[in-house]
């Protein structure tokens, strides 16, 4: 049994920042993930412009404030997205005041959930961040502080092939032919694998805490 720890103000507000731009990112790629646009000829998804960022962002949680509340994050994350989508339909579905213009057209073409898509994105999200987050735990016990960047790069290196496939095949499965769901796969992959090459040195700035117990809380 551990004794209770507090996190210094610092870490709380590095860890409040970390939480903010996570989910912010999830949410952002979820209702950009709606639409399919054109990449130098290849085609992907709009969320992957913002989303390969979370998985990097989980890492500096990790670090932060352990793997209980990074798994925590992660499902915290999930209910705000289904909540979200949720609030779109009702809204989109709501009467209007007459005379207003053509609103919900505008709003539902844009806002108005496809619900496959959002179970997709969701499903996708968990499964693939717990596992970055096994991945991580596994390389910060086999190293220690050393080579952090790996911490980053073997951790995205298995959760992101996990997370695409898995998006791409429950969200436009029988809706594109095999050739467009291969060419989605693979942009997704190459565009997420680039993100996390370039955003590796953030895991440097963020302080390394003093692990109480792996499941607990950590005091940077």
Do not use: C
Not at 69 to 97: C, E, K, Y
Not at 106 to 127: Q, T
């Amino acid at each position: 049994m551990t004794s209770p720890h507090r996190i210094p103000q610092r870490s709380a507000q590095i860890l409040a920042l970390l939480t903010a731009a996570y989910v912010s990112a999830q949410l952002l790629a979820d209702i950009t993930s709606l639409r399919i646009v054109d990449i130098a000829g290849s085609a992907m998804d709009g969320g992957t412009l913002v989303y390969p960022l979370t998985f990097t962002l989980r890492d500096l949680v990790h670090k932060v404030a352990g793997k209980r509340v990074a798994r925590t994050l992660i499902f915290a994350s999930a209910v705000i997205n289904i909540v979200m989508a949720g609030l779109f339909w009702i809204v989109t579905n709501m009467n209007l005041i007459p005379d207003t213009g053509p609103q919900s057209e505008l709003f539902g073409d844009v806002l108005g959930p496809v619900w496959r898509i959002v179970f997709a994105s969701i499903i996708a999200e968990v499964i693939s961040e717990l596992v970055d987050t096994e991945v991580y735990s596994r390389w910060v016990k086999s190293f220690g502080e050393r080579m952090q960047w790996g911490r980053v790069l073997s951790s995205n290196a298995v959760s992101i092939p996990i997370d695409t496939v898995l998006f791409v095949v429950v969200a436009f499965g029988g809706v594109f032919s095999g050739a467009v769901l291969v060419d989605i796969i693979q942009t997704n992959i190459v565009i997420k694998g680039i993100v996390t090459v370039l955003t590796i040195p953030l895991i440097y700035i963020v302080k390394p805490g003093r692990v109480v117990d792996e499941e607990d809380l950590i005091d940077a």
